[in-house]
């Protein structure tokens, strides 16, 4: 069974600084899909970034990039100059053949 | 990205009610998800709702606590049954397009 893991329960990151938020998977699956979602206090859950396993080039979105490592089975995410609003709940996610997996979150403060 | 309308978005319930989500999404999608993500935890897939048959339950639930209507390719139904206090949580609707997974504002229910 696919799993994914988020070690990191909370981050803290000074306004205007980088922050990079860990996620590894398990997957015997060759063709996937990884996400980030964050979720702000208002819970609604938000698609930051999307990454096809079958791409080699990391994907990114203005200051949202991963680090996707296939072989490694990683998939972290790098905000640059971080904002009071980035803080949130962010969640990993892995969708393979049928349904999407998260994990546990990691909890991200800004320091202002 | 489709836009996805959760109602209510929250609401208080006494103990031993029933109460009906519902879902409702600008364009036509054939996969239909839903999660609970009880306090402080991740996300938590109920059940996938499958367009002209039964939905798909996972382990832990149950179609007499969770019963699912899924009428057309636009709409969804969930309702928490015989509600006790163990299913205050935020209950939010998803609809897989284009291999991304996309949510609804989320319905955040309190049983008292």
């Known amino acids: 069974a696919q799993t994914v893991t988020q070690s990191q329960p909370e981050m803290s990151v000074q306004e205007a600084e980088t922050v990079t938020l860990s996620c590894t998977y398990d997957?015997?699956?060759?063709?996937?899909?990884l996400f980030w979602y964050k979720q702000p206090p208002s819970r609604q859950m938000i698609l930051v970034i999307r990454?096809?396993?079958?791409?080699?080039q990391n994907a990114t979105e203005n200051r949202f990039s991963v680090n996707f490592q296939k072989a490694a089975k990683s998939f972290s995410l790098k905000i640059s100059d971080s904002q009071l609003g980035d803080a949130a709940m962010y969640f990993c996610a892995y969708r393979g053949d049928d349904k999407i997996i998260f994990g546990k979150g990691t909890r991200l403060h800004i320091l202002p | 990205s489709a836009v996805i309308s959760q109602k209510p978005s929250r609401d208080i319930c006494q103990r031993g009610t029933s109460l009906t989500i519902q879902c409702q999404v600008d364009s036509q999608v054939t996969m239909m998800f839903w999660y609970r993500q009880q306090p402080g935890q991740s996300l938590t897939l109920i059940a996938t709702?499958?367009?002209?048959?039964?939905?798909?339950?996972e382990s832990g639930f149950v179609i007499d606590k969770f019963p699912i209507s899924r009428p057309n390719l636009t709409f969804s139904t969930l309702t928490v049954s015989n509600m006790s206090p163990e299913d205050s949580s935020i209950y939010l609707c998803?609809?897989?397009?284009?291999?991304?997974?996309?949510f609804g504002e989320g319905s955040w229910l309190t049983v008292v």
């Open positions: 998803s609809v897989g397009q284009l291999n991304t997974i996309y």
């Open positions: 997957t015997s699956e060759s063709d996937y899909y």
């Open positions: 709702a499958n367009q002209g048959s039964e939905a798909t339950y």
């Open positions: 990454q096809e396993a079958y791409k080699q």
